[in-house]
């Protein structure tokens, strides 16, 4: 299928193709729901060979089946339920009746739900997310390498393309050391199913909305990773991929409609330009290319003004919330959905879970457009997203800015914080220097010792959520060309491993000197909540120096960054608004008093200061 064309009429023909293939009743989903959700109301996919041909009956209390929709694909039924508050849970019959043959019957329960405290309870600025690839991190099972039912099998670890044989056990197998580290969030790349042929170990093309990659465990798996890391404080982002589904999945390959995926005469990309959405003045073909064209062949573009899809999205996603508890979605490719079904989605979500945290991937190095997709229409934009933050890249690049002179150097850094009023809410952002699409750290800063710690101090300090990722506390490198150099291995994650960077013992003195920076910083985050919730004020860069504080009722903290490649002094009177007359401080990192009238600051390098009454 390398160049699988859609053509307005091939949907029926794939269907008839594949209809012997599929089991008379193949599935039901959501598989199963819960009683007392805010929405009273329940969509369920049936999929099976000729299933429309068959009369729909159910009959338990509180329970109504309210229509029974037949599309163009007779493999389908969409059925529309309603559960009255107050219903029972409990297990009952769905009948697919036909004259002349046997009954198809599919038992659906309806389960009681869990309210238990530390369930959905949100990511926030008091949290340092971690990233993990889980392919890519730690084989905690080798049984589940590969399975000869899939349609790519094996392992191998020298191919950046292929499957390494992580998964959620070796995840599961390390949380100690996260904890550690000072993480107190993990945010891992979607582990649900990508059956494709070739290089879908990321997750990002998926084929079953309900399922988790067997090669990363089961689901009741996932549910017992999130289990245990809410038994250590620790909390869990599920990355959500609204805007495309990998073209293997049952509803791609057998489509219920030709309008489930946005059609095309033949194969048509997004132009990827987020201005397209956001243009006043802009063509209608751009602005359709940007949010219909298709992200990459594989990966089909789901049609979000189909109330089936729309509906097909939603329920699944409060499904794994209920089901696995889990603490905030982080929302693949934003820019590229559907506006108003994105907006729609939030406020769906949050009804269910109130304190469930959502935040988007938007890439830009613009303030403005950042704020264009967040929530509040502070800019003007003519509705509400309903999307608390994003992921931001603004700050990533006005950090680089700063430690490699770029762009203008600090002051741009500061600039861009100072556009901070365009949001709603800016501590809802998400602050980051690379993730598994970009360039590590350390190579965008030339492996730079100094430089990298500034980074960290910097990813610590500022406003908002933090967010690492995974390998970048032991000086992983490399850049993302193509992206697979950013996506190796966690060394120590597989038996026979050459060295364990999971222990000491096994980094190198450089290596163990970063972590332990890192660790030092991180672990002050997490019980300082001036560095948390606190607030933010800046200063202009003088004479090379940018100094910033975070403060509350409790600290104050102090961080100075000296630009130069020289060695800097500076008199600290121009801060007194903030130093209100402390005479010392304590170095974070060294845990030296220092006089506090005037630093020395040496080059390129950061100060993180509590001040001392």
Same mark, same amino acid.
């Given at each position: 299928?390398?160049?699988?064309?859609?053509?307005?009429?091939?949907?029926?023909?794939?269907?008839?193709?594949?209809?012997?293939?599929?089991?008379?009743?193949?599935?039901?989903?959501?598989?199963?729901?819960?009683?007392?959700?805010?929405?009273?109301? $329940?969509? $369920?996919?049936?999929?099976?060979?000729?299933?429309?041909?068959?009369?729909?009956?159910?009959?338990?209390?509180?329970?109504?089946?309210?229509?029974?929709?037949?599309?163009?694909?007779?493999?389908?039924?969409?059925?529309?339920?309603?559960?009255?508050?107050?219903?029972?849970? /409990?297990?009952?019959?769905?009948?697919?009746?036909?004259?002349?043959?046997?009954?198809?019957?599919?038992?659906?329960?309806?389960?009681?739900?869990?309210?238990?405290?530390?369930?959905?309870?949100?990511?926030?600025?008091?949290?340092?997310?971690?990233?993990?690839?889980?392919?890519?991190?730690?084989?905690?099972?080798?049984?589940?390498?590969?399975?000869?039912?899939?349609?790519?099998?094996?392992?191998?670890?020298?191919?950046?393309?292929?499957?390494?044989?992580?998964?959620?056990?070796?995840?599961?197998? #390390?949380?100690?050391?996260?904890?550690?580290?000072?993480?107190?969030?993990?945010? $891992?790349?979607?582990?649900?199913?990508?059956?494709?042929?070739?290089?879908?170990?990321? /997750?990002?093309?998926?084929?079953?909305?309900? =399922?988790?990659?067997?090669?990363?465990?089961?689901?009741?798996?996932?549910?017992?990773?999130?289990?245990?890391?809410?038994?250590?404080?620790?909390?869990?982002?599920?990355?959500?991929?609204?805007? #495309?589904?990998?073209?293997?999945?049952?509803?791609?390959?057998?489509?219920?409609? =030709?309008?489930?995926?946005?059609?095309?005469?033949?194969?048509?990309?997004?132009?990827?330009?987020?201005?397209?959405?956001?243009?006043?003045?802009?063509?209608?073909?751009?602005?359709?290319?940007?949010?219909?064209?298709?992200?990459?062949?594989?990966?089909?573009?789901?049609?979000?003004?189909?109330?089936?899809?729309?509906?097909?999205?939603?329920?699944?996603?409060?499904?794994?919330?209920?089901?696995? /508890?889990?603490?905030?979605?982080?929302?693949?490719?934003?820019?590229?959905?559907?506006?108003?079904?994105?907006?729609?989605?939030?406020?769906?979500?949050?009804?269910?879970?109130?304190?469930?945290?959502?935040?988007?991937?938007?890439?830009?190095?613009?303030?403005?457009?950042?704020?264009?997709?967040?929530?509040?229409?502070?800019?003007?934009?003519?509705?509400?997203?309903?999307?608390?933050?994003?992921?931001?890249?603004?700050?990533?690049?006005?950090?680089?800015?700063?430690?490699?002179?770029?762009?203008?150097?600090?002051?741009?850094?500061?600039?861009?914080?100072?556009?901070?009023?365009?949001?709603?809410?800016?501590?809802?952002?998400?602050?980051?220097?690379?993730?598994?699409?970009?360039?590590?750290?350390?190579?965008?800063?030339?492996?730079?010792?100094?430089?990298?710690?500034?980074?960290?101090?910097?990813?610590?300090?500022?406003?908002?959520?933090?967010?690492?990722?995974?390998?970048?506390?032991?000086?992983?490198?490399?850049?993302? =060309?193509?992206?697979? $150099?950013?996506?190796?291995?966690?060394?120590?994650?597989?038996?026979?491993?050459?060295?364990?960077?999971?222990?000491?013992?096994?980094?190198?003195?450089?290596?163990?000197?970063?972590?332990?920076?890192?660790?030092?910083?991180?672990?002050?985050?997490?019980?300082?909540?001036?560095?948390?919730?606190?607030?933010?004020?800046?200063?202009?860069?003088?004479?090379?120096?940018?100094?910033?504080?975070?403060?509350?009722?409790?600290?104050?903290?102090?961080?100075?960054?000296?630009?130069?490649?020289?060695?800097?002094?500076?008199?600290?009177?121009?801060?007194?608004?903030?130093?209100?007359?402390?005479?010392?401080?304590?170095?974070?990192?060294?845990?030296?008093?220092?006089?506090?009238?005037?630093?020395?600051?040496?080059?390129?390098?950061?100060?993180?200061?509590?001040?001392?009454?």
């Amino acid at each position: 299928m390398k160049k699988f064309l859609f053509f307005t009429a091939c949907c029926l023909v794939m269907a008839s193709g594949l209809s012997a293939q599929i089991p008379a009743l193949e599935r039901v989903e959501p598989m199963f729901w819960w009683v007392g959700m805010h929405n009273p109301d $329940l969509q $369920l996919i049936v999929h099976g060979n000729d299933i429309a041909s068959r009369k729909v009956e159910l009959n338990y209390p509180g329970v109504k089946l309210v229509a029974v929709h037949k599309v163009e694909n007779p493999n389908y039924l969409f059925l529309d339920l309603r559960i009255f508050s107050g219903t029972t849970p /409990g297990t009952f019959p769905i009948k697919f009746i036909k004259a002349g043959e046997k009954a198809l019957t599919y038992n659906y329960e309806l389960k009681k739900r869990d309210h238990s405290a530390g369930r959905a309870q949100g990511v926030t600025d008091k949290d340092l997310i971690y990233l993990i690839m889980p392919d890519r991190f730690s084989n905690g099972d080798p049984s589940n390498d590969s399975f000869s039912n899939m349609r790519e099998t094996g392992i191998n670890r020298d191919s950046m393309f292929a499957r390494h044989g992580g998964d959620i056990q070796g995840v599961m197998n #390390h949380l100690d050391y996260l904890k550690d580290l000072g993480v107190t969030a993990i945010w $891992l790349t979607p582990a649900i199913e990508n059956d494709e042929p070739h290089a879908s170990y990321h /997750g990002y093309a998926v084929t079953d909305h309900y =399922k988790i990659d067997a090669r990363f465990g089961t689901n009741a798996l996932y549910k017992q990773f999130v289990e245990k890391c809410h038994s250590m404080g620790l909390k869990v982002v599920m990355d959500l991929v609204h805007n #495309h589904a990998g073209t293997e999945g049952y509803t791609i390959s057998d489509m219920p409609m =030709k309008s489930w995926v946005h059609q095309w005469p033949k194969y048509t990309r997004s132009n990827f330009k987020y201005e397209a959405v956001m243009d006043p003045h802009g063509d209608a073909m751009d602005r359709k290319l940007m949010l219909d064209g298709w992200f990459d062949r594989r990966m089909a573009d789901m049609n979000q003004n189909n109330p089936y899809v729309d509906n097909f999205l939603t329920q699944n996603h409060i499904w794994w919330v209920e089901y696995s /508890g889990v603490d905030g979605f982080r929302l693949d490719t934003y820019p590229y959905n559907d506006p108003e079904y994105m907006a729609k989605w939030a406020v769906d979500v949050k009804n269910e879970f109130p304190r469930l945290s959502i935040f988007g991937e938007v890439l830009t190095n613009t303030p403005v457009i950042s704020a264009y997709f967040t929530q509040g229409n502070t800019v003007n934009r003519g509705f509400d997203t309903h999307l608390p933050g994003i992921t931001d890249a603004v700050i990533k690049d006005g950090i680089y800015d700063a430690l490699m002179d770029w762009n203008g150097g600090v002051k741009h850094l500061y600039e861009l914080l100072a556009q901070d009023f365009l949001y709603q809410d800016v501590t809802r952002n998400v602050v980051f220097l690379d993730n598994h699409d970009m360039s590590r750290v350390l190579s965008v800063v030339d492996e730079d010792i100094t430089k990298y710690k500034s980074a960290m101090a910097m990813l610590m300090t500022i406003r908002g959520v933090a967010q690492m990722y995974y390998g970048d506390e032991i000086l992983m490198k490399n850049y993302s =060309k193509p992206d697979g $150099l950013v996506r190796e291995d966690f060394p120590g994650g597989w038996a026979g491993d050459k060295s364990n960077k999971f222990t000491a013992g096994g980094r190198t003195d450089k290596e163990n000197d970063a972590f332990n920076y890192v660790r030092k910083l991180a672990n002050y985050r997490k019980n300082t909540t001036a560095l948390q919730t606190g607030k933010m004020m800046q200063y202009i860069p003088q004479k090379d120096i940018y100094v910033y504080f975070r403060y509350d009722d409790k600290k104050t903290v102090m961080i100075v960054y000296n630009s130069s490649d020289k060695e800097q002094t500076t008199a600290t009177d121009r801060y007194s608004e903030r130093i209100k007359g402390a005479k010392k401080a304590k170095n974070v990192i060294t845990d030296e008093t220092i006089d506090l009238s005037t630093l020395t600051i040496p080059p390129k390098s950061t100060l993180v200061l509590e001040l001392i009454d």
